[in-house]
């Protein structure tokens, strides 16, 4: 029996008494968390749980072709050209991609320029090897054939900040693709820029012109039809 009339025991009762009220005022919050529906995972000194990471995808450009968007298609083993002659200005080269299409059994080079014109164009196989524009310097490629993209009225620069810099930083790939081995930029100067394409061999070519953004698209590949209709 605890005898009320002591110091001790009084101090004893009181904190006692403050526990039982603690006690049941977390076992309030913890219902009432319950009854909205929540649960409670933390504890004290714990950090605060933080969302896992996920793996989905972001958006990226893919380069799918609306053939029926497409303007203006060419399969040909021969030059192709296309284009606007006369464009209103030089169109700066904001990105060149590469992919494989295996649903059309074609390689895919992509020439991004911005502006909405898209800039006279030649796309030819050539006999031996490429040169350079200005120093004439022959250039090897891997491959056993080379396919040129000139693109006229264009450039691959940009003045930065008081100072000239390359829009496309890799110009020069090595490449692990099946057909397509090497792209390689020979010519940026005076309005004008060439790509070379070194390929595993000879095979035949399409040309798409596309809009929004502006891109000049070179398939290759003997997977694609004889010749494609495009409204």
Same mark, same amino acid.
């Given at each position: 029996?605890?005898?009320? /009339?002591?110091?001790?025991?009084?101090?004893?009762?009181?904190?006692?008494s403050?526990a039982?009220? =603690?006690?049941?005022?977390t &076992?309030?919050?913890?219902?009432?968390?319950?009854?909205?529906?929540?649960?409670?995972?933390?504890? =004290?000194?714990?950090?605060?749980?933080?969302?896992?990471?996920?793996?989905?995808?972001?958006?990226?450009?893919?380069?799918?072709?609306?053939?029926?968007a497409?303007?203006?298609?060419? +399969?040909?083993?021969?030059?192709?050209?296309?284009?606007?002659?006369?464009?209103?200005?030089?169109?700066t080269?904001?990105?060149?991609?590469?992919?494989?299409?295996?649903?059309?059994g074609?390689?895919?080079?992509?020439?991004?320029?911005?502006g909405?014109?898209?800039?006279?164009?030649?796309?030819a196989?050539?006999?031996?090897?490429?040169?350079?524009? &200005?120093?004439?310097?022959?250039v090897? !490629?891997?491959?056993?054939?080379?396919?040129?993209?000139?693109?006229?009225?264009?450039?691959?620069?940009?003045?930065?900040?008081?100072?000239?810099?390359?829009?496309?930083? +890799? /110009?020069? /790939? /090595?490449?692990?693709?099946?057909?397509?081995?090497?792209?390689?930029?020979?010519?940026d100067?005076? &309005?004008?820029?060439?790509?070379?394409?070194?390929?595993?061999?000879?095979?035949?070519?399409r040309? !798409?012109?596309?809009?929004?953004?502006?891109?000049?698209?070179?398939?290759?590949?003997?997977?694609?039809?004889?010749?494609?209709?495009?409204?």
């Amino acid at each position: 029996m605890l005898d009320l /009339r002591s110091s001790h025991a009084r101090r004893t009762l009181g904190a006692l008494s403050a526990a039982l009220l =603690a006690a049941a005022c977390t &076992g309030s919050v913890h219902q009432e968390h319950a009854a909205a529906g929540g649960t409670e995972t933390a504890t =004290a000194g714990a950090p605060a749980p933080t969302d896992a990471p996920t793996d989905a995808p972001t958006d990226a450009p893919t380069d799918l072709v609306d053939e029926a968007a497409a303007s203006a298609v060419a +399969d040909a083993t021969g030059p192709v050209s296309g284009g606007d002659e006369t464009p209103a200005g030089v169109a700066t080269l904001v990105a060149v991609r590469t992919a494989a299409q295996p649903t059309l059994g074609v390689e895919r080079v992509v020439f991004e320029l911005d502006g909405a014109a898209l800039p006279a164009y030649r796309v030819a196989y050539v006999d031996g090897p490429p040169t350079r524009c &200005g120093s004439g310097a022959p250039v090897t !490629l891997a491959g056993d054939a080379v396919l040129v993209v000139q693109l006229h009225h264009t450039q691959a620069h940009a003045e930065r900040g008081g100072e000239v810099a390359s829009t496309i930083p +890799d /110009r020069d /790939r /090595r490449l692990a693709q099946p057909l397509l081995r090497q792209l390689t930029l020979i010519c940026d100067f005076e &309005g004008e820029t060439t790509w070379a394409l070194g390929l595993a061999g000879r095979r035949p070519f399409r040309v !798409l012109e596309l809009r929004a953004p502006t891109r000049l698209v070179v398939d290759v590949g003997a997977g694609q039809p004889a010749r494609a209709e495009v409204r």
